[in-house]
Antibody
């Protein structure tokens, strides 16, 4: 079974740093792009960016470039999303998702369970 | 990149058919055969229902079908069932080599 398991909920203060994770299993981790999606309360998903674990190449949405960093560790089949300085407006659920086999143009077919990030003073 | 436009809500009785529209531009929906649809139940992650405009992943009921005309894509659900009550989001590849999603449509089974 293909699965993506994300790290647990986080409560942080503005200005804190944070790195959340997404561990893949049941498929060749280095053969599929992995993406990150933000979903704010009551809103639609927002595509943040993707990484190809085969060579760690990344692509970011202009809305998120410079605001977050996507990375991976293929030795443990894990992708990461990190912030260096959180803002209250980063409060949301963050999903990782595998892209269908192929290029970075493919849609996301398998999703993690989501990580809730709450940023509050 | 602006979000794709979807109706806020659509409703139907069990057994009926409904259609959800998703309007974009020639830089996204109209420019590529890369439109997808996702179903999301409350508190759950989105699930891929349709990709590449009209293809169904393995395991998705054939009551779900997708199409596109110009800058507008559509998701049709036939034989509406109680379990179809959820939020539905469209997504499209864009000319900036990223993806954009719609604002979502809440489907209510009356």
């Amino acid at each position: 079974e293909v699965r993506l398991v994300q790290s647990g909920a986080e409560v942080k203060k503005p200005g804190d740093s944070l790195k959340i994770s997404c561990k893949g299993s049941g498929y060749s981790f280095t053969s599929h792009w992995i993406g990150w999606v933000r979903q704010m309360p009551g809103k639609g998903p927002e595509w943040m960016g993707i990484i190809y674990p085969g060579d760690s190449g990344t692509r970011y949405s202009p809305s998120f470039e410079g605001q977050v960093t996507i990375s991976d560790d293929k030795s443990i089949n894990t992708a990461y999303l990190q912030w260096s300085s959180l803002k209250a407006s980063d409060t949301a659920i963050y999903y990782c998702a595998r892209l269908l086999y192929g290029s970075g143009t493919r849609p996301m077919d398998v999703w993690g369970q989501g990580t809730t990030v709450t940023v509050s003073s | 990149q602006s979000a794709l436009t979807q109706p806020a809500s659509v409703s139907g009785s069990p057994g009926q058919s409904i259609t959800i529209s998703c309007t974009g531009t020639s830089s996204d929906v109209g420019g590529y055969e890369y439109v997808s649809w996702y179903q999301q139940h409350p508190g759950k992650a989105p699930q891929l229902m349709i990709y590449d405009v009209s293809n169904r992943p393995s395991g998705v009921s054939d009551r779900f079908s997708g199409s596109k005309s110009g800058n507008t894509a559509s998701l049709a659900i036939s034989g509406l069932q109680a379990e179809d009550e959820a939020d539905y989001y469209c997504g499209s590849y864009t000319s900036t080599t990223t993806w954009v999603f719609g604002g979502g449509t809440k489907v209510t089974v009356l």
